[in-house]
């Protein structure tokens, strides 16, 4: 069945360094991707999708390509915040005009100091 | 609504009860989800519901769980004879329009079953 592998956490890092929050998956056919953040006392939100492969996913200054040869979707940021403190999950789900169940990784904590 | 709304936010009860846990999703969303989150784990996909119809409950631990949805709006997750390891986050989820793979997630339910 489906199933998606990311790095443990928790990740902890100072203002201003660069992030990767690595994710590999398995799955039959050709799932989307997302990544999903939580942060603290909040629901759980959509952060980037990205539908087909090599199709790059980006908002808020974080970025995931759609690798299908190394079944992976890392998450990427430049320069991160204290702002960026949260748990990041990474997802894989049905086409883009589906709708259907989405299968999570564990989610890594992430953790920025000043 | 504005978005995904969930009752009640805490739940505490006793092994053996059975409890009822309601979600209201965005309005005009067709598609409603249920997933568990245990504490330091990812999200576990329960019950997946199209209109008042559920293509997929393979998710349902057992056979103590049960949900419905009428009127292709509010949805209620049912759990018998609730057991401690019960205990956990539920999350409902919503999706639908020109992104039906993308689910917007309420707040969350946190059963505590003493």
């Known amino acids: 069945g489906d199933s998606v592998t990311q790095m443990e956490g928790p990740v902890t890092l100072s203002e201003e360094a660069f992030l990767t929050i690595n994710c590999t998956y398995t799955?039959?056919?050709?799932?989307?991707l997302f990544w999903y953040v939580q942060y603290p006392g909040e629901g759980l939100q959509l952060l980037l999708k990205?539908?087909?492969?090599?199709d790059k996913g980006s908002n808020k200054g974080f970025e995931a390509t759609y690798r299908k040869e190394t079944t992976s979707f890392h998450l990427e940021k430049g320069s991160v915040q204290v702002s960026d403190s949260a748990v990041y999950f990474c997802a894989l789900g049905p086409l883009n005009t589906n709708a259907g169940k989405s299968t999570f990784g564990d989610g890594t904590t992430l953790t920025v100091k000043p | 609504g504005a978005g995904v709304s969930q009752s009640p936010s805490n739940k505490v009860t006793e092994k053996g009860k059975d409890v009822e846990l309601r979600c209201d999703p965005i309005?005009?969303?067709?598609?409603l989800y249920w997933y568990r989150q245990s504490l330091g784990q990812g999200l576990e996909f329960l019950i997946y519901f199209q209109g008042n119809s559920a293509p997929d409950k393979s998710g349902l631990p057992s056979d103590r769980f049960s949900a419905e949805r009428t009127g292709g709006s509010v949805s209620t997750l049912t759990i018998q004879r609730t057991q401690q390891e019960d205990s956990a986050v539920y999350l409902c989820?919503?999706?639908?329009?020109?992104?039906?793979?993308?689910?917007?997630f309420g707040p969350g339910t946190r059963l505590t079953v003493t």
């Open positions: 309005s005009g969303h067709t598609a």
């Open positions: 989820a919503s999706s639908g329009g020109q992104s039906p793979n993308e689910q917007y």
């Open positions: 990205a539908t087909k492969a090599d």
């Open positions: 799955a039959t056919g050709y799932p989307s």
